[in-house]
């Protein structure tokens, strides 16, 4: 194994404000809005309709093809409406919404549990499906999924990504503190399904409470290891661990199952673990809620479905004296801007950042023209050419940018923004470039039906 990837960069941690809270559940108490798309692939099919009765751990649309997820209510109540609603992304999408009665009463009994050896592989994945589990790093791809490659005897590592690289975010860092012997047998149900596989859990030297909490729960598993990394944004992202862990660096066009990897996060693998020994659906995660202008930080178990705005308002809402200037979903790397805090927590949201500051819009009051300086290219993980990428996405040569710079190997990380000197917009320009050469492939297609 490498010590880390190559590239990257050091941006502020700012994990202080808010990694010495513990995780506490939040019970919200207003409606809940549950989006049909959750996660990469095909929406859910909305299986209730209006009036209908629900409970926590029932499914409420199901998954409508082979890349989907099941959406699972968090709540019990009654079906308010199936309707557009907005949602994250600031666009509006089909939702259920559930009138929240506030008793939370479930579908089923969750405590009981079944021992592995009991369980074949196809009932392990089934219950992964029926849960509804995503990938909870922010990707959202199905996990059944990811965890049927089309040759499991050619998987040589299984990575639990506990790296959580993304500053400001602390969730999973206390996530791991917490529930290491949970997520070590998450990782033993993954393992049971490739007996080539080796688990490595990875994780960045700060963090040592919870690499000593990961060490402990790992103690006599003699198919599993932790490994510590140096602190380098994005070593949490997929690819970067994968040439750390298995010294391979491999092409957009591949999957990480090609080069004999599945990475997965570590709040997926405990929700795995919750699906496959208890039943348990997936209805609720960690994030963290933090920044310099929100009262009180803080991580927590939240229910999919629950308002933005109410979880900050429990946080002791905006601090006296300071202007919100910016609302992330996620971090200040890889998430995106909230156009309102009226919008429903999804699977994948893994932190509320608030930030007393826009580094965008004073970025935007610096930029000058490109200084050739080079360093986005050292900093770039995934070794493209940044400055390159500009040029061709600015004249609109998408073939260029395609099939000459590889631009749609970008993943967006930010690495190359954080780091230029002229505070050029590159991330953002990759951002729009890769969604106008897809939407071109989509009509392309259409066109040829």
Known sequence: MRDTFLGGVHPLEKKELSRSFPLKAFETKGDMIFPLSMHIGKPAKAIVKKNDPVLAGQVIAEADGFVSANIICSCSGKVKAVEKRRTLAGTLQMCIVVENDG??????????????????????????????????????????????????????????????????????????????????????????????????????????????????????????????????????????????????????????????????????????????????????????????????????????????????????????GVTLKKALAGGPMMGFALSSLDCPVQKTTNGITLLDEDGVELAEKQATGCLHCGRCTTVCPNGLLPQLMYEAAEAHDYDRYEKRLYGMDCVACGCCTYICPAKRPLTQMFKQTKAEILAIRRMQAGGRK
């Open 103 to 320: 008793q939370f009463t479930e579908a089923a009994d969750y405590s009981v549990r079944e021992e592995l050896a009991s369980l074949s592989n196809q009932e392990i994945l089934d219950r992964i499906k029926a849960a509804g589990i995503v990938g909870l790093g922010g990707a959202g791809f199905p996990t059944h999924v990811k965890l049927m490659p089309k040759d499991p005897s050619k998987i040589r590592y299984i990575i639990a990504n506990g790296a959580e690289c993304e500053p400001y975010l602390t969730c999973n860092d206390r996530m791991m503190r917490c529930y290491g012997k949970e997520i070590v047998e998450g990782l033993e149900i993954i393992l049971r399904l490739f007996p080539s596989a080796h688990g490595v859990i990875a994780i960045e030297d700060n963090k040592p409470e919870a690499i000593e909490a990961m060490k402990r729960a790992c103690e006599g598993k003699a198919n599993m290891e932790v490994k510590v990394f140096p602190t380098k944004y994005p070593q949490g992202g997929e690819r970067s661990l994968i040439q750390a862990i298995a010294e391979v660096d491999f092409p957009g066009n591949m999957l990480p199952a090609d080069v004999g990897c599945i990475v997965d996060n570590v709040g997926t693998i405990y929700a795995i673990q919750q699906a496959v020994l208890y039943r348990h659906p997936l209805f609720s995660h960690v994030l963290t809620v933090t920044g310099e202008a929100v009262n009180q930080p803080g991580n927590f178990f939240v229910r999919d479905g629950t308002m933005i705005s109410e979880l900050v308002e429990a946080c002791g809402g905006i601090r006296e």
